[in-house]
């Protein structure tokens, strides 16, 4: 039988790539090499990172937070391995429910490390080999940790994120390698549970890429409420192992060497994208300088018929992008034309608080030459926050200074990964921030803070500051 | 409910669909029972159409849309009360425009809220254009009554004599429209009227920022809806014409521009539905794009259909007018060039040489024409209402094609330029003509139109007259002919000449004996002029 499609990979990019495939009429096969579905995001990535990243807040919350609302609870004790147990239990419905979609879809999933013989023949290598015939690919094969050259990732003291997330034993001492988006979520994880947390970063700021504010308010508070410890501007140029301790060693501004000592280290430097044993030789195409497979606008390979999404090519590696052209993938091979606003892909570091960002960063408008103007709220000011008691970060919205479009919103406070939403929507109907701050908003709310910002940004004028 | 749906009646026998042609009222007028609301053609006749019943209008069908009998024409809302304003004193309504310093007609219902303040009704009269235009046609409103509009939103299109001009908003309000569209205006006439009392799109500022105590968002002067589906954006704005994600996928799929949808959406944005209503429609793809070929036996058949611009539009709407306003007939006669084309070979050179510039034929035909239009003043005249104007001025105006379309700019004062002057003129015309930099002063106000087929090849044609001229000239192409002088068939280079004119004013006496004098005097250039040494003299050496 030979299929219209065979993706290859089930994460987030090609479980949906699948799903829509099928949905228009498509005969769809979908090769995983694990015995799992769901990819990095499901299995090791974002859906286990955010059920430890709640956990860890109640835990915090039950230390630091309960007495002052008035809830006494004795003695608090983690019990850590059933943190990490449900942990996997999330994991596991989560990648069922994935299961159940192929089903319904009528997707055949076959396991095994599937690799080109040529384009239109998969090569399935698990328990038996099996090879499939198919009209079209797509590759979603995702990305992997990466790491810096002279570093080796032992698994066992020196880690990824994925060993983070499988710990058994709560560490006393965990060295970061990288500021970045995963460094500060793990961090805060441990860093809550009680860990002695350094963050290590080259750069002078943390989660590069998001708004300056963002990054300086939510290092204030990581530094204030999780005592971590960040090390900015410093150079790691070496990590060295016991059995049990690691060091990390690091080139600070002046130039000295410093060395930081604890428990593990973990290496969350970036992640790079994945097409070992995929066989692209085979097929004539080959990945860029960064590892990426390049496509067109139609996200077709240089091989017609041959497509690739998600983390493995170019652009942000975010679950919901993966997603997004897992989608349009489909539809342009079914002859439709679907289209996806890169510049409005939300970015959301899911500390607490949480930090999410979209549209333009302040520095690009400068950079392009392009007037505007900044209107802000600070959830200090919202009578939501007070009542929850989380009352740090702001929201801030930026609007084109003559047309009174909105051009950005970054925002760091309370639930705002689920506010961006609202900034995404405004500004796929290119919005003004007047339209959003004459639209009403429920009371009290977090999402409140967006509307104030946005009457701050059109006229110097928010009604609750 | 009391909403009444109108239908398409049984018109006659025969007739089975008609086209709405016009709608005589507008949306959320207040009707009275038999007044005629709009105007169906039907093959033969047009029909004017009283409404069955007294009450609020809710358009349906478009104007120029096609409807079989039984065709869901308009609602009609019964229930609404009928508006103060027609209920006063006189039983019938006054055709007189609205008095402007009263308020409104009571808003029946769902009418947008008064912001409270204090509203004024300003007066918008017909504002300077330019120099020589006092009077405009009312081409088309391009809001509704009732209308709330922007500040410097386009509210109407005017047509002066030889340019569309959208009129924008002086003030932001709502709109009493009183001028009807197609209607002549004067500068200075009542157009319409603004109530500057309603919030519309640039609504006030919320007042001073006071600390509350609580979050409890204030209530915002919120812009209260519309009453019914707006077809036309409200303003235009950086989003005027922007897709929302699920229309923008359409669009591509389709081949459709933005250009090509007006958006239904706040600020004109276009909406999925938008794209949907525009497919439904019949709305294809760009001109540029091949649209599906029909299967036939052999042969590409290939159709593209492409919005006129507004300039083609005016055009065709100015030219079936002057073919139906006017009493148009056209005279011919042939002239001999022989004469015209030996004093040009003779001094192209050294004409060239003093005057930097080339000695065409037009000068020629200009000269002509400003002469005899002296002689035949009738020819140079034109009907304003009852009176007739005579002009005792040649502005001759010169067609010039341009890749948009046909302009006539105008050269003043022909009858007192030299050939010098004319030839520059010409030149300097046709050049801003074709790089679209004549000013709407340049194009407007001639006495008489020449037009030069000849450039295309033209044997022989039928010009149509630049309203409010009365008469045009044809020149065509000059090609060698046997004609038979004093019993002899010679060669000759010959033209036909066609003279286009108003029957109205211009008698076949006058028009016959025009042509025959720019005939005479192309064959005599000697005539062009007076004095000595003509030639000489008129070439300005
Ligand atoms: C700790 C962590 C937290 C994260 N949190 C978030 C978050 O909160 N929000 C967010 O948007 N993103 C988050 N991400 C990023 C997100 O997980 C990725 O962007 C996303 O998973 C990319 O999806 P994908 O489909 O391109 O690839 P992946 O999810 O990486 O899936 C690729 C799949 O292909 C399989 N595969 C590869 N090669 C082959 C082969 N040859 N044969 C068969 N199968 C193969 C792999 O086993 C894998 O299952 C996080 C990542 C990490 C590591």
Known sequence: ?465 | MSIVEIRVPEIGESVTEVTLSQWLKSDGDYVEMDEEIAEFESDKATLEFPSPNAGILHIIAEEGSDLQVGDLVCKIDTAAAKPAATATPATTPSPEPTPVAKADPTPVKAEPVSSGKPGKVEEIRVPEIGESINEVTLVAWLKEDGDIVALDEEIAEFDSDKATLEFPSPFAGKLKIIASEGEDLKVGDLVCTIDTGFAGASAPAPSAATPAPAAQPAPTPAPAPTPTPQPAPATKSHATGHPSPAAAKAMAENNIAPTQISGSGPDGRITKQDVLAFLRDGGTAPADQVVAAVEASGGSREQSRKKMSRMRRTISRRLVAVKNETAMLTTFNDVDMSKVMAIRNQYKKVFEEKHGIRLGFMSFFIKACANALMKYPAVNAYIDGDDMITNNFADVSIAVSTPKGLVVPVIRNAESLSMAGLEGKVRELAKKGRDGNLSLEEMTGGTFTITNGGVFGSLMSTPIINAPQSAILGMHRIEERPVVIDGQVVVKPMMYLALSYDHRIIDGKESVGFLVEVKNQLQNPEQLLLGADPVKLVLGL
């Open chain 1, 1 to 465: 039988m030979k299929y219209d499609i065979t993706v290859i990979g089930s994460g987030p990019g090609g479980y949906i790539a699948a799903v829509r495939c099928a949905q228009l009429g498509m005969k769809v096969a979908i090769v995983e090499k694990y015995n799992t579905l769901g990819g990095t995001c499901l299995n090791v990535g974002c859906i286990p990172s955010k059920a430890l990243l709640d956990s860890s807040e109640h835990y915090f919350n039950a230390q630091h937070t309960f007495s002052e609302h008035g809830i006494g609870v004795g003695k608090l004790e983690l019990d850590f391995p059933q943190m990490i147990k449900r942990k996997s239990e999330v994991v596991g419905v989560t990648t069922g429910g994935v299961e159940y979609l192929m089903k319904k879809n009528k997707i055949d999933v076959f396991t095994g490390m599937g690799s080109f013989k040529d384009k239109n023949t998969i090569l399935v290598s698990g328990e038996k080999e099996q090879t499939i015939q198919t009209d079209k690919v797509i590759i979603a094969t995702g990305s992997k940790p990466s790491t810096l050259p002279f570093i080796k990732i032992d698994k066992k003291r020196v880690i990824t994120s994925t060993e983070a997330l499988e710990l058994q034993k709560l560490p006393k001492s965990m060295t970061i390698i990288g500021a970045g988006i995963i460094g500060c979520e793990l961090g805060s994880v441990y860093a809550r549970l009680g860990t002695k947390v350094t963050i290590v970063e080259y750069l002078d700021r943390i989660v590069p890429g998001m708004d300056k504010d963002i990054a300086k308010e939510l290092m204030r508070s990581m530094k204030k409420n999780l005592k971590i410890d960040f090390q900015l501007s410093h150079k790691v140029t070496a990590v060295s192992t016991t059995t049990r301790s690691t060091t990390v060693t690091a080139e600070n501004k002046k130039g000295e060497s410093v060395e930081f000592k604890a428990e593990y280290c973990l290496v969350a430097v970036g992640r790079r994208p994945y097409t070992e044993g995929l066989g692209l030789e085979h097929i004539g195409v080959s990945t860029d300088e960064r590892g990426r497979i390049p496509v067109d606008e139609h996200f077709q390979t240089a091989v017609p018929g041959v497509y690739a999404i998600g983390d493995v090519i170019k652009g942000a590696m975010l679950a919901h992008k993966a997603e997004e052209e897992g989608v349009c993938v489909a539809e342009f091979i079914a002859g439709q034309k679907p289209h996806i606003n890169y510049r409005l892909i939300p970015g959301v570091v899911y500390t607490w608080p949480e930090g999410a960002g979209v549209g333009y960063l302040e520095e690009e408008l400068k950079e392009m030459g392009r007037e505007y103007k900044v209107g802000k709220f600070p959830f200090k000011a919202s009578g939501r926050a007070r009542a929850s008691m989380d009352t740090e970060g702001f929201v801030k919205v930026i609007a084109d200074k003559e047309t009174d479009e909105i051009l950005g919103v970054h925002m760091l406070g309370p639930r705002i990964a689920d506010l961006i939403a609202e900034a995404v929507v405004a500004m796929e109907y290119r919005a003004t921030a007047e339209d959003i701050g004459r639209m009403s908003h429920a009371h009290p709310t977090f999402a409140e803070a967006m509307k104030e910002a946005a009457l701050d940004a059109w006229a110097g004028m928010p009604l609750n500051i």
